[in-house]
């Protein structure tokens, strides 16, 4: 490019009314930054009147090519340098200071801990470098908290560690928002489920449990997934394991159970669906309890693999329920009214008694079993074996289930 043959302003108006053209990419980059350095020179850009200055800049943009933003930023940085030279910026731009090992060693480290807060991480980096002397954590020990969320995104973490959303509250018409009124009758069942753990972003089994609120007779179900498929072939048998005629079914506000499919199911048996309030916590906690005292003390908390749903829940009713009901005393509360006026209630050890023996205590008991069902049936399982017995064998059963279970992993 050379600009000696347009000597005044005069020259470029008429070259930029003229019809020339100009082939930008005959020249490299370098060339084009020097020239366009060479013509602000030359015309003294500084100095010149604003329309000038505009002749100028589409006398750039005509031979250059560059757009009007970019000979715009040219001349600043000629303005501010006092020239204007092509410089090439390194190809890799900034080094990363993480490399992929410190993502995979900051995902291992998430996964044994239950992916705790960044500060924690950061603080558990720290010890492993300089108390325990890992040189693996030497530059994880010196990250911000900050940056520490921003490897958990990275590619790299994610196929290591998965998360999950909680669940957007969403409104739902389906079933009553209030709290049953057994009145003192049996059927009115409490249900809830209990996930056997995630492990590296597989999810385990789940478990159903069902608890009816007067005799607390309990059914527990296990399944693979709590889909359609699983859950409502599932209800069904578990709905119809109840020795008593069912009258209503209580659950969250959980999609699992509030959902049209589980609704059209209970409206057929004629079993009413209600569901927990808002901001009162205490409406499915009977159901809640007995996750703890009776799911959880048996089957514990560590991670189960779907595919063995199957047998966890041959050992639920062969075993686990059968124990729970016949040869598991429950504590009963007794209402009263104190000085205040306001209902306590006191946990007696002379109403202590197995859920069979509560289902049998109620007055008229017999009007409120299922067709086919009798008391008679009833004891020839509740006094077939001993509570010992049963818990013996309940403890043998339970050995033996997650022995398989063990022996199938290391297997597989």
Known sequence: MNVKHLQTMQQVVDFLHGSGAFDPTAASQSERYQWIDQVLRHFRYDNRAKADKGLLCAYLCRISGYSRQQITRLIRRYREQGALKWSVRPAKGFASRYTKEDVRLLADVDALHDTPSGPAVKKLCERAWLQFGDQRFARLAKISVSHLYNLRKRPDYRRNRVFQEKTRPTKNM???????????????????????????????????????????????????????QFLIPALESLLESFPFILLGFHADNGSEYINRHVAEM????????????????????????????????????????????????????EHLVPYVNYHRPCFFPETFIDAKGRQRKRYRYERMMTPYEKLKSLPNAKQFLRSGTTFQSLDDIAYSISDNEAAKRLQEARRQLFNTIDERLMAS
Not at 174 to 188: A, L, S, Y
Not at 190 to 218: M, P, S, W
Not at 283 to 312: M, T, W
């Open 174 to 228: 389906i079933g009553i928002r209030r709290k049953p009124k057994p009145q003192g009758k049996p059927g009115f069942i409490r249900i809830d489920t209990v996930h056997q753990g995630d492990l590296d972003g597989v999810k385990g089994l789940y478990h159903i449990n069902a608890v009816d609120e007067v005799t607390q007779f309990e059914v527990v179900f296990t399944v693979e997934r709590i889909s359609e």
């Open 266 to 317: 209970l409206e057929k048996m004629r079993i009413e669906l209600t569901k927990s309030r808002s901001r009162h916590c205490n409406d499915n906690a009977l159901a809640e309890s007995k996750n703890a005292s009776v799911v959880r003390k048996i089957l514990g908390y560590c991670h189960i693999p779907q595919r063995f749903a199957p047998q966890v829940n041959r050992f639920n009713q």
